[in-house]
């Protein structure tokens, strides 16, 4: 299948195409609007190991990545849910709905805390609460060389709910998959090849075609009363005429 037979393809298919893609990108604008919009925070925190000599900044630095990644897995866990509600105790309700995660940053001994919620306050005082319970978690082991810095914390925002962007997708991949369709019906589907390749197959020009021609009965002619009175007029006359040179041939 050439170029030319793609196109030719997708062009006799294009209202199928349209019409799938179309019901795609109504039925991706309908459950996006449909989903419960949340909200996220941010804390970014340092990790540091203090106690080593100043020579020794590399192993410093790689002990901390190792504790970023092990305080990552601990939250995650939830295992600072405890004292994190203890902190929040007042302000916020519900706290169950937040869903805390962390990943440390890639070279680096910084640690990235995000809170996600339905509501944005709760976001926000769980972001910030986090790290205060890490802090005070890492204190109950008894560990004195582990030190946690907040460096930033970054306000909720709104997520989950990205409309024009789902939109977009949902027009490009339906209609890659609609064309891909089309395709798969114009290889399977019976039909008389164009003029161009049913002149390559038989090895003949095709000089014409027969357009296809859509043929209606003929509805009987109406007729009126003066129509049928002028014909029997004529009758009339064609009788008396006849009979006239009839009887001037008699002896």
């Not at 890492?138 to 946690?148: C, K, L, P, T």
Request: proline letters at 4%.
């Amino acid at each position: 299948m050439t170029a030319g037979d793609v196109y030719r393809a997708l062009w006799r298919h294009k209202v199928f195409i349209a019409v799938l893609t179309a019901a795609f990108v109504g039925a991706t604008w309908y459950v996006t609007k449909r989903q419960t919009q949340e909200y996220e925070a941010s804390a970014l925190v340092r990790v540091q190991e203090r106690g080593r000599k100043a020579g020794d900044a590399a192993s410093a630095l790689q002990a901390s990545q190792t504790l970023a990644q092990v305080y990552a897995k601990i939250i995650d866990s939830g295992a600072l849910a405890g004292q994190t509600k203890k902190l929040v105790a007042g302000k916020v309700r519900n706290l169950s709905e937040a869903k805390v995660s962390a990943t440390p940053v890639q070279d680096l001994d910084l640690l990235t805390i995000t809170a996600r919620s339905t509501n944005a306050r709760r976001a926000t005082v769980v972001a910030s609460a986090t790290p205060i319970a890490l802090r005070a978690f890492i204190r109950d082991s008894g560990s004195q060389s582990e030190h946690v810095v907040t460096v930033d914390t970054t306000p909720s925002s709104a997520v989950s709910k990205h409309l024009a962007l789902n939109v977009a997708l949902a027009l490009m991949l339906g209609l890659i998959f609609n064309g891909a369709l089309a395709l798969v019906l114009e290889l399977v589907r019976d039909r008389l090849p164009e003029p161009d390749e049913l002149g390559r197959a038989v090895g003949h020009p095709v000089l014409a075609t027969i357009p296809t021609l859509r043929l209606h009965g003929v509805p009987p002619a109406a007729s009126d009363g003066r129509t049928s009175q002028a014909f029997d007029s004529l009758g009339n006359e064609g009788v008396s005429r006849t009979s006239g040179s009839r009887l001037g041939s008699e002896p």
